[in-house]
């Protein structure tokens, strides 16, 4: 069969009807001697002119296969590989190239070249984003209460509806050091106009990073971290906070894992015209937390989250511990035709006691403490627009049932804008 190559060499070029009709030919000759070099290495001629990879790497893997030895051919294969957007086959023929003694110096720089280029396809993107532009409503904005109760000594303010205009935004980074190591990092900002009580337009950014060390078999991560914020109310200068803390993850198996967090802030408050004695809470806060999660089927997941946090002020009317539970569930579906709906809804409860009396009790000569019930109730539903981009509404009621009438309060809020995420 070696003396047929000749005559291939001279077969059909460049019309694309005879190279078709060729390929055939060889293919057919194929059937009955595979192992026929001069065959196959005319295969890969022809097919790679009609850029019929799949055809190509059909023909050099029968080469390999009678010559396994042969790092020219695994390169070969690698390259077409390459060509077709197969890069973990890319790379699997790449390593065996790279093991083998005949590679010379051009060969082997590059396979590291196409190794690198493999590998940077095949690894998800360190970076990760999530955005939103929207609107929302509130029944009572301010979170003003409904009547003056017999424990109120002053009055206070009443409800007031009110709406605001907002963008938000999240960049991630996890950049894989090594394979125990990687770099984490995460900056998230967010604003809010309101329409109607500007001394509520609300500025947020911060910004965290920390290593996570992660077991070989992935049960077990650690990830201590800083933290910095920053907060804007009413466009003055309001909260300034720095920290650090730990997270620790233990999956089960996939979709099934508990999180324990440890959090720290120094935070700093600010006086303004609106907030005259913000600097009482200026202070101390600590995070105790457990989040779990639970991937009940491929569509179905449920979310929950204990925490204790304990507030350190500078007033003791403004420090306290607050106790915090909720659950959510993540519902995947599809809808009217179209792919990857999310619905979740979710429920919250916190009690929080404050550990000093307010001015308004104190100058009443009264010894109340502050003591709250939040209740909240709500869902998330995602409608997808295309690729990574969806429409998102939120609901959420809230009601605070409190030992001080002037901190009763009940609010329903509805947010709604488009979101993209990648």
Same mark, same amino acid.
């Given at each position: ?15 694309? /009807? ?19 070099? /001069? ?155 309101? /329409? ?131 659950? /959510? ?94």
């Amino acid at each position: 069969m070696l003396a047929a190559a000749p005559s291939l060499a001279q077969g059909a070029t460049g019309d694309p /009807a005879a190279l078709r009709a060729e390929i055939d030919s060889v293919y057919q000759q194929l059937l009955v001697d595979p192992s026929d070099r /001069a065959l196959n290495r005319r295969m890969i001629d022809i097919a790679v002119q009609l850029n019929d990879y799949d055809a190509a790497i059909g023909a050099v893997e029968r080469l390999i296969f009678y010559d396994p030895s042969n790092a020219a051919l695994q390169l070969e294969a690698a390259r077409f590989y390459m060509q077709i957007e197969s890069y973990a086959a890319a790379a699997g023929y790449l390593k065996d190239a790279q093991a083998l003694p005949d590679l010379d110096a051009a060969q082997r720089s590059e396979v590291a070249t196409l190794l690198a280029q493999a590998r940077r396809e095949t690894e998800p993107s360190p970076w990760s984003g999530f955005g939103q532009i929207g609107a929302r409503y509130q029944t009572n904005a301010n979170h003003g209460s409904v009547a003056l109760g017999l424990s109120e000594p002053l009055p206070f303010e009443k409800p007031e509806a009110d709406w605001n205009s907002f963008a938000l935004g999240t960049l991630g980074l996890a950049e894989p050091v090594t394979d125990n190591l990687s770099i984490e990092a995460t900056v998230s900002g967010y604003y809010a106009d309101q /329409a109607k009580i500007n001394r509520l337009d609300l500025g947020f950014a911060e910004a965290t990073v920390g290593p996570r060390l992660t077991t070989e078999d992935g049960g077990l991560s650690i990830k201590p971290f800083a933290i910095v914020q920053g907060i804007l109310l009413g466009d003055e200068p309001y909260q300034s906070a720095y920290g650090g803390g730990v997270v620790t993850r233990l999956t089960f198996e996939e979709g099934w894992w508990v999180e324990p967090t440890f959090e720290y802030k120094n935070r700093s408050y600010y006086n303004s015209d609106d907030y005259p004695d913000a600097t009482d809470q200026t202070g101390d806060f600590f995070t105790y937390a457990v989040d779990l999660n639970a991937e009940v089927t491929d569509n179905i997941a449920v979310v929950s989250r204990l925490a204790y946090y304990n507030n350190q002020a500078a007033a003791d009317y403004q420090s306290y511990d607050q106790y915090t539970v909720s659950l /959510a569930m993540l519902i995947g579906f599809d809808l009217l035709g179209v792919e990857d709906w999310s619905l979740s809804p979710f429920a919250r409860y916190s009690y929080t006691s404050f550990k000093g009396i307010a001015p308004t009790e104190a100058y009443a000569a009264l010894d109340t403490k502050r003591r709250d019930n939040l209740w909240s109730v709500g869902a998330n539903l995602e409608i997808p627009l295309r690729e990574n981009i969806a429409f998102g509404v939120a609901v959420e009621y809230s009601k605070n049932v409190s030992n001080l009438d002037r901190d009763d309060y009940e609010n329903l809020s509805v947010i709604f804008g488009p979101q993209g995420r990648f």
